[in-house]
């Protein structure tokens, strides 16, 4: 259960990193620069790190839920 909760601890740093970052890029491209690739690519950030984000928690739940099951087997 550590485990768990070091990947969950780390895993919400890393994509909150990443989904800040592409907000900022997101907002810098669409109010100040005239550069919509700036745009572009904040929004590609933010939705890449959800989606890594709601993976990193699917893997954990399948991953408690196994060891449960396995636990009430033996």
Do not use: Q
């Not at 970052?21 to 572009?40: C, K, N």
């Not at 790190?49 to 009430?72: Q, S």
């Amino acid at each position: 259960m550590k485990t768990n909760n070091k990947l969950l601890k780390g895993l919400s740093l890393f994509c909150g990193t990443l989904i800040t970052i592409g907000a900022l890029m997101f907002i810098y491209g669409y109010f100040v620069s005239a550069v919509p690739i700036v745009t572009a690519i904040g929004i590609g950030l933010a939705r890449g790190a959800t989606l890594i984000f709601i993976m990193g928690l699917f893997l954990v739940a399948v991953e408690d839920n196994t060891n449960n099951k396995n636990r009430k087997e033996s």
